[in-house]
């Protein structure tokens, strides 16, 4: 097939490598421009997805946006039998998705209509969902709302951070789109329509979010921690000797454990939520460092009970 990849992150590159694997011929692939990238923010990054395209000479293309005219006649020139969409980032209109023969594929990281949106492995965590998946849906110009034809369902173990779900996923979804892509030709992929029950909003995760509320409970602060694991991490602040200093956590535990709200109440380190319960640090990151064990946390910051996340 005459296939059109259009995606960004991490998340989308086993897909495009295994369309390339089967031997399809993808004429293009639309992903986002470079950005500044690193401390100081000079460097023009490409994009994951834009790599890999550069690595198989496949043109790459870098639109601001899809809406003007002289972007979708471009995109429609490529004479696409289908576009397959994951984690693209920008919103296609209605001449996009109805230029490719096919139509256009998107691999949505949940199981629909269960939180469609720009975020749906963040917010399954922090929801406390005990499992998730991926979906191969027919796209329209709502969000997220078309017929799915395939889905895969996986168990999300209460250790787990997001970082390690998507990558889970990310495998599953390229085998679930190698199997769409060839039924699709075929003329066999069956599509249903998502059920009217159970749709939740996915929300992009904003900065407001990633500060620790220590009066939650245990479980609801340990999802959110891993939820937000590794990117953009959630955060605290304590007094280390040189005023407030942001620390990230970036994987934690529930435990049994009582005391006022963020307080530390054992070198493990422990530190007590107000909803009931404590959170055991695992893993933790100052300010300018590498990640480190909770223990290589306590002995570096040298924290003692008594000491107060804020």
Not at 125 to 136: C, F, Q
Not at 205 to 210: A, F, G, L, P, R
Not at 275 to 304: N, V
């Amino acid at each position: 097939m005459r296939i059109v990849f259009m995606g960004t992150p991490d998340f989308a590159t086993p897909t495009l490598l295994e369309i390339i694997r089967q031997g399809h011929n993808v004429v293009a692939v639309y992903t986002r421009a470079p950005k500044p990238a690193g401390r100081r923010g000079l460097a023009p990054t490409k994009t994951p997805v834009h790599e890999v395209a550069e690595r198989f000479s496949i043109p790459v293309l870098t639109p601001a946006t899809l809406k003007d005219p002289q972007a979708q006649d471009g995109f429609r020139a490529r004479g696409a039998d289908v576009a397959v969409v994951v984690a693209y980032g920008l919103i296609l209109p209605g001449a996009v998705l109805a230029a490719p023969a096919f139509g256009c594929l998107n691999l949505h990281a949940s199981l629909l209509p269960r939180w469609r949106g720009a975020a749906p492995i963040q917010r399954a965590i922090m929801a406390g969902d005990v499992e998730t998946g991926v979906s191969v849906m027919r796209m329209e110009e709502g969000l997220d709302t078309g017929p799915v034809a395939l889905e895969e369902r996986i168990a999300i173990d209460r250790g787990a951070t997001a970082g390690e779900i998507a990558q889970a996923l990310a495998h599953s979804g390229a085998a679930l789109m190698a199997r769409a892509l060839p039924a699709l030709a075929e003329g066999s992929l069956a599509f249903h329509n998502q059920s009217a029950d159970g749709a939740t909003y996915a929300r992009k995760i904003d900065k407001s979010e990633t500060r620790i509320d220590w009066r939650w409970s245990a479980a609801a602060i340990r999802d959110h921690i891993r939820g937000l694991s590794p990117s953009p991490g959630a955060y605290s602040e304590i007094d280390l000797g040189r005023g407030a200093e942001r620390v990230k956590f970036l994987r934690a535990a529930a435990v049994e454990g009582a005391g006022p709200a963020g307080t530390v109440i054992d070198e493990a380190p422990t530190v007590a939520c107000g909803g009931g319960g404590a959170i055991r640090i695992l893993e933790a990151q100052r300010a300018g460092r590498a990640a480190m064990s909770g223990q290589e946390f306590q002995r570096g910051a040298q924290i003692s009970p008594g000491a107060k996340f804020i």
